[in-house]
Antibody, heavy 126, light 106 residues
Framework: EVHLVESGGGLVQPGGSLRLSCAASAITLSSCEIHWVRQAPGKGLEWISYISSSGNTVYYADSVKGRFNQSRDNAKNSVFLQMNNLRVEDTAIYYC???????????????????WGQGARVTVSS | IQMTQSPSSLSASVGDRVTITCRAS??????VAWFQQKPGNAPKSLIFAASSLQSGVPSEFSGSGSGTVFTLTINSLQPEDFATYYCQQYKDYPLTFGQGTRLEIK
């Protein structure tokens, strides 16, 4: 069974930094596209970042562009989200999720957001 | 691309059939996914490509639509189906989610 595990969350002051990691078991992350999605307390889901399987293409939501940086180390089967200049409004649970190739009724297709981690809690507060 | 989901909340009984609608602000073909989230848990993917069921998802769930209007239908509600549901477009970046529909027991 595929497991994604986020780590690195915690309490940080405004303007501080955190680095989240997403590690996987029973799946090779190097073959997957990875997304980060966050959920502020009591709010809905917000997509914030994407990285291609090669790491050559990265996209960010406007709310984090210029402050967050996603990278991957395929040798370690891990993906990272470096979060700088954190703001109170970045307080949320951060989920990593995969989009990967799978056999679907005999066809190899890209299935989006097929596996999710349990989330890492990030609290930005003074 | 904005995704407008309705209703924001819904009360129903076990055995009922319910439909949730998502409207995209522009044509997104069939690049829509639906997710279920229960309190304290990560979202779970139900449907991708508007109507394709994720592996392991019960057949009581179905999705339809293309272009700008999409629906998630749950036939014969089970107790474990009471949760919050989100649509998402993955046609263009930034990806966007609907506001969510909270499905409660009547």
């Amino acid at each position: 069974e595929v497991h994604l595990v986020e780590s690195g969350g915690g309490l940080v002051q405004p303007g501080g930094s955190l680095r989240l990691s997403c590690a996987a078991s029973a799946i090779t992350l190097s073959s997957c596209e990875i997304h980060w999605v966050r959920q502020a307390p009591g709010k809905g889901l917000e997509w914030i970042s994407y990285i291609s399987s090669s790491g050559n293409t990265v996209y960010y939501a406007d709310s984090v562009k210029g402050r967050f940086n996603q990278s991957r180390d395929n040798a370690k089967n891990s993906v990272f989200l470096q979060m700088n200049n954190l703001r109170v409004e970045d307080t949320a649970i951060y989920y990593c999720a995969t989009s990967g190739l799978s056999l679907y009724f005999g066809n190899l297709i890209l299935i989006p957001f097929d596996h999710w981690g349990q989330g890492a809690r990030v609290t930005v507060s003074s | 691309i904005q995704m407008t989901q309705s209703p924001s909340s819904l009360s129903a009984s076990v055995g009922d059939r319910v439909t949730i609608t998502c409207r995209a602000s522009q044509d997104i073909s069939n690049y829509v996914a639906w997710f279920q989230q229960k309190p304290g848990n990560a979202p779970k993917s139900l449907i991708f490509a508007a109507s394709s069921l994720q592996s392991g998802v019960p057949s009581e769930f179905s999705g339809s639509g293309s272009g700008t209007v999409f629906t998630l239908t749950i036939n014969s509600l089970q107790p474990e189906d009471f949760a919050t549901y989100y649509c998402q477009q993955y046609k263009d970046y930034p990806l966007t989610f609907g506001q969510g529909t909270r499905l409660e027991i009547k």
